[in-house]
């Protein structure tokens, strides 16, 4: 370790090497979840020394763990305890590098945190895609390399559909230049399609041109109780309908969160009193209120009609409408609860949603009838996050250490196959990290993991690119 760290000095110097106590910061995951171990941190400044830093580590036969903001959820930026891998975080490419609205692309470095990207967008009326509760710490590099979903997805598809072009430093040192602003390029294999998603597992990603798209700088928005939650579908088929691209979000918001908010992060008012178990949080966008207002109201009138809404509030001032999605950002059971809670990431077939969610509660309550469940979701995406406390009850429920292993293994054996069942997917956003290598080998055929296995020896047959994450080899 002394001489690779010195060789990495030399190189990089003192700003691009960290080490010792500072190392800390980088070794647990910003809610906590997931820690490791390291004792090098690299930070580099450009392309050319993530190249250096590869070829260091290469020669010393030491792994690298690529990271970002670090709020990934499933544990894919820190290194496993021991592994010996040093850590590069990108945080210091943060530059961006060209804005153009008249291509509507920008082009960034890997470390450029998602809302000054947002900022950078808005300030030439144009509108950038990726945007979830983490806008303010996770970064281009990490948001790629996940495949990051969040809140705009039904409007403009994950981040694999925002990517125009990439450069990334290959295992081997090498750099691939596919920096390209291209809409249309049918010249043979999309590569960068392999690292979106790819977790830092055969490259690392440097620079990225992204889409971006008309700014509709008006909102709003309607948090409304669903009145009948088996036909849930048709209250998102009406908005659809209604809406049209005008739709921007459609967001399943459980009754007890949206209640616990408010007690719970003071900052942020009660937006209606209400006792139903489920809520929808709708927003509506275009560049003309009158507008916006009118489709909203529709959806609003025809809905009740329909008996399809409950009790309702729309918001009529930036103010209101800012208290709303700060609610949804908090919804997340692990910013309400203590305790242990085990977690999915399911996505299904949009029409299955409450088939889904029925089942899969009905599933944790027969296991565990103490339990707390939790889901939440982005309903125009089919993705339902779960959270069950095993203990269930108190403030999110203490769970029995001695038991834990037992029941988390039941639990998620259970659900993952309720998951499959429907078709759907146990890693809809957040990706795979460590915590769903081995479950994912159930997901996926032989053929398909093998085809996986082959893609991350062909480009990393030593197994020095973020061991042990996504796929083993
Ligand atoms: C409050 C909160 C809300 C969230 N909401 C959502 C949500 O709605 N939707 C959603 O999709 N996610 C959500 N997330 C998860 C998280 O923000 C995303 O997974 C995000 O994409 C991770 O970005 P990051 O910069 O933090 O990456 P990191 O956590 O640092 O890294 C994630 C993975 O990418 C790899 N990586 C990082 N940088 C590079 C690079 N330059 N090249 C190659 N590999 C790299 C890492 O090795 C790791 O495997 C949320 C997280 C939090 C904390």
């Not at 159930?442 to 994450?469: A, C, H, V, W």
């Amino acid at each position: 370790m002394d001489k690779l760290y010195d060789d990495l000095l030399a190189t990089l110097g003192a700003k691009g090497v960290v080490q010792g106590n500072d190392v800390k910061t980088y070794l647990t995951d910003l809610q906590g979840f997931h820690s490791g171990s390291a004792e090098i941190v690299v930070r580099p400044a450009s392309t050319e020394e993530v190249v250096a830093t590869v070829k260091i580590c290469a020669k010393h036969n030491v792994a690298i763990v690529p990271q970002a903001g670090n709020t990934g959820l499933c544990g894919g930026a820190v290194p496993a305890a021991g592994s010996g891998a040093v850590i590069l975080s990108v945080s210091r490419m943060n530059q961006i590098l060209n804005i153009d609205p008249q291509c509507y692309a920008i082009t960034v470095e890997a470390g450029v945190i998602l809302q000054a990207v947002h900022d950078a967008a808005n300030g030439v009326d144009r509108a950038f895609a990726m945007d979830w509760g983490a806008r303010g710490s996770a970064m281009v590099g990490g948001a790629i390399s996940t495949n990051g979903g969040g809140l705009n997805v039904l409007r403009y598809g994950t981040a694999r559909d925002q990517v125009l072009g990439l450069e990334v430093v290959l295992p081997d040192g090498k750099v691939w230049n596919g920096l390209r602003t291209l809409r249309k390029d049918a010249s043979g294999y999309d590569l960068k399609q392999l690292f979106i998603g790819g977790e830092g597992t055969i490259g690392i990603i440097t620079k990225a041109c992204l889409k971006l798209h008309p700014l509709q700088p008006i909102d709003q928005s309607m948090l409304g109780e669903v009145a009948d939650f088996k036909r849930l579908n048709q209250l998102f088929g009406l908005a659809r309908d209604i809406g049209g691209d005008g739709l921007s979000a459609f967001e399943l918001l459980p009754g007890e969160g949206v209640r616990r908010v408010p007690q719970v992060k003071p900052a942020i008012s009660p937006p209606m009193e209400s006792d139903a178990e489920w809520c929808i949080l709708v927003r509506f966008s275009g560049r003309d209120a009158e507008q916006v207002e009118s489709q909203l109201m529709a959806f609003f009138q025809q809905a009740l009609d329909r008996e399809l809404l409950g009790n309702a509030i729309i918001s009529q001032s930036i103010a209101q409408e800012e208290n709303l999605w700060h609610l949804r950002d908090e919804i997340p059971a692990e910013n309400l609860y203590d305790g242990k809670a085990i977690k999915w990431d399911a996505s299904v077939p949009i029409d299955q949603v409450t088939e889904f969610i029925e089942q899969a509660k009905h599933l944790v309550l027969t296991l565990r009838p103490q339990a707390r469940f939790y889901a939440f979701g982005h309903i125009g995406d089919g993705n339902v996050h779960i959270l069950v406390f095993p203990g269930g009850d108190g403030d999110g429920g203490e769970i029995d250490a001695s038991d834990i292993d037992e029941i988390c293994a039941e639990l998620y054996a259970r659900m993952d196959q309720l998951i499959w069942s429907f078709g759907g997917s146990i890693c809809a956003e957040h990706g795979v990290g460590t915590e769903n290598v081995e479950r994912l080998t159930g997901q996926k055929s032989e053929t398909e993991l093998q085809m996986m296995r082959q893609i991350k020896r062909l480009f990393d047959p030593d197994g020095r690119m973020n061991p042990g994450k996504l796929i083993s080899m």
